[in-house]
């Protein structure tokens, strides 16, 4: 199981998300968790936005908690618009091209769970990937391949409609392979301005998702925090676990939901996939 | 550009091969001008047989002449049937999946060469690979696609004629994509038995290919060469570039053709691509 | 908290000792419990004999549920005396110069454990290595300092004595550094034909240490185990920590004490720090 | 033979020195140089100052023309102050704590040559590193023992006399262990405001240093490079080797000289060796 999670609000150094003290309200996910949980070692990845024209992203496949770049990093990039994610390998190689975040033009998508039964159904799924968009995936983990499949259905005009299809072209090959239950799993993806994150599972026991209250409310909450201080009140965090020992500071997505934020929106949607609207040619 | 060794003969360490001194027959390929030649710095493999029921493989995405564990290893393993290839990498990531030589079932397979513009004919590929091997692909390399096509085209029953499909297979597709010399390179290929060589190209410019003659000869040639002594009358090399200052030593195979060395086989023949004989939706 | 296994008895695949099946005696230490306990992803190592003049080393910072190259070796390589040490890094980076096992010549050292406050007492040892073998330190762990302060006090003629002085010189400069407890650990060294392994620590509270009890005795225990079968009456396993739920098979090495294995060898003897009697400019 | 560019003025995007086109003024030498000479595939480090206390520094183990991660960071991070290096490996071993540059607080240091016969003199050098210093040295390269030597020596207060000190040690230990040369190379070094950059070998014959004329000459001798608009007129690189084809623009550094540019100062002085005034226990 994978761990990720996604900032926006004023720009902080990723450090204060990704290394903060143990009483912080963005901390242990990748650092002390990481050092209790073996099966985050596959790997990781960081996205972020700043002022290039796409998303910076570094990803390595050596476990976050070793990584002396990433500590290097943390501490000399700032952005407010952030994605990191520690990899449990399930099924595809440990390398960077299955590392996420991914990356097309200036969107970034991560996931935490998997496609079930990923090689009965990976190429039909690969086939429908629009012509354009094949040639540039460069790895071979499930997650890469949603995004594609997103990307191919919309996702940079509608992305709770794209992924909705998407998982839909998923359940629908699944179930003429005969997966019970094909998809799993929370997602994140984002254009550097606002911010997506699903919940959802075929079965409907989905994976959790977690994101951060109000900023204002926060710091009535913990006073003491000193990142409260440094960001603006409409700071976000979501993550796939709640992170820190904090009562009060996270909120749970309800089961087949999806929340946008960032950009001045701020919502919480119920989540349901769709017929895909592409042709595959499922027999092939 | 990359380079690769193949042998077979009596048993001997892999080192007597790939590294030893100046002037021994095997030697420099993966060292000294290794050291010279900055593109194959891209990873490296070796694959071995020796009892087990599959070959080993060892695959490392640094330089092989940095690699302390290639060195351990080929201080260690005897084998009389090896391969080893050296990565110069054009458009595909430098992770260990791309790395040659690839192996299915008790099959190796490596390439010196490209499927030129292969991003404009890799999806077509792809859809050609059959549906039971398609989800054993592990990696993004061009080779690695075209091991898989021959598989699919018959390499375990016939090498020269599956080899001969696969590539008329790129051929075909890369001429409906307009890509002007779809095919280039040598191609190595074994089931731990006999191993094929091919040189053959679209464009009728194919990179090298070398075999050593037969070993009485070279002991009367280079009576001091104590590798010699070592290795049974029939043992053979076969290599993308001569290795070694050994003038007599080595035989060009001629364009457009293959060769066939070991278990008593020993051949040199013309190779012409054929026609796939698979139907490939190449519209699609 | 590392782990480590040695193995010494009838040639076997590595296999068979790190990727068995959860009920074989020797299995889960480097799957299974690895994949439960994070703090073992920082690297490992193999070393091996066989007929080569020195023991094979292999190792890799990645973790080693991760190697496919491990898994391509442990499959290939026969050996009637290994170790394999997987490693929880504390303070030394993770690079492959700090894995374990070490090696001087045909002789092989691995630990779990620590030289407290190492970075006080390491320039003081340092200085106690002897001149002809300082420069061969090729990273920065207490452990490879630790062998070669051994290898100064006589390991190749007396390893119990070299241990037991280099553990006093550890102690003895460790208080004047004002260090409570300087060493903690099991420690296992061998030259290719017997192994010692030292259960000990200046606190008297040592890390464990268990040996397996007679092959005929095991098969009685475990009439199921096919590799009981394929080893010789006199094989023995030697590790951190018993692995695989198999009651009665593992007996704990004492507080305190060394075993010698291997080469008709089998004894277990108390085991007491000697001065070091070598001077070291402890003021310097 | 490393390579590297250490560069001063406003700030830059990295990648601006590290991969521009080919007529750029700072280009070739991480790519397309590298790319035609295999010997600079070791790793790489890059190293740059911000508004952070102290300089980030990314290394990596990965021939610089394959890191993906060294094109994100380089897209992504901005500096007026930076240092770049590639490494070509000569005796220790390719792992990133013999990367340069090398960093103590907000010091960088790094170097193209070697400390001959190192395996002699390292045990002596190493004593003659200040207690306080000796447990940060975290690999095994010549360089950063020299960069612990100089900082032993003074280098935060006086760079050049700590420098020439650093080097006159190499040499009084050398001369001692009958190493007929015992220092070869340039070194750059730097506090983030100025950078010192030295050309020196016992032997006379040492390996090349350039610097950038004024960047309003540059400017009128080459009107089409894009990045001479982007930088102030005092802006400066300092190289090992020319780069890009721009007759005109290099300087050479004369031998035994060394210079300094940033924050308003731009001289170039000679350099002499000093008796190092700290008493080693050569006979030790």
């Known amino acids: 199981m994978c761990r990720w999670l996604a900032y926006t609000g004023s720009p902080i150094l990723l450090e204060k998300a990704l290394y903060s003290p143990a009483n912080s309200l963005i901390d242990q996910s990748l650092h002390s968790k990481l050092g209790a949980e073996a099966t985050n070692g596959d790997g990781f990845g960081v996205g972020w ?3 290039a024209a796409t998303p910076g992203v570094f990803r390595s496949i050596e476990p976050a908690w070793n990584d002396q770049n990433l500590r290097e990093l943390s501490a000399h990039i700032t952005s407010g618009h952030f994605f990191a994610h520690i990899r449990a390998a399930i099924g595809s190689a440990v390398q960077q091209t299955n590392c996420h975040p991914f990356r097309h033009g200036h969107w970034l998508f991560m996931h935490n769970g998997f496609l079930a039964d990923f090689a009965r159904v990976k190429r039909q799924l690969a086939l429908a990937v629009d012509e354009s968009l094949y040639s540039e995936i460069s790895g071979q983990a499930d997650t890469e391949l949603l995004f594609y499949l997103a990307l191919t259905l919309g996702l940079e005009d509608d992305p709770p409609d794209a ?3 998407a998982i839909g072209l998923v359940e629908q090959v699944g179930e ?3 997966v019970k239950y094909p998809f799993q799993g929370t997602i994140a993806t984002t254009d550097g ?6 919940r959802y599972s075929t079965e409907g026991r989905s994976r959790s998702l977690f994101f951060t209250g109000s900023v204002p409310v926060l710091r009535k909450l913990y006073p003491d925090l ?3 201080d440094e960001v603006s009140d409409e700071s976000r965090l979501v993550v796939s676990e709640p992170i ?4 009060g500071a996270w909120h749970e997505v309800p089961e087949s939901s999806y929340g946008v934020v960032g950009d001045g929106d701020n919502q919480l949607r119920s989540f349901k996939v769709k017929p895909p609207a592409v042709s595959v040619a ?3």
């Not at 820190?244 to 009562?247: D, S």
């Open 226 to 228: 000193p990142v409260l």
């Open 49 to 51: 936005y700043d002022d």
């Open 176 to 178: 003429t392979k005969g």
């Open 244 to 247: 820190g020992n904090l009562p």
């Open 193 to 198: 301005e606002r911010m997506w994150a699903f």
């Open 163 to 165: 992924v909705a299809r």
């Open 282 to 284: 499922v027999g092939a």
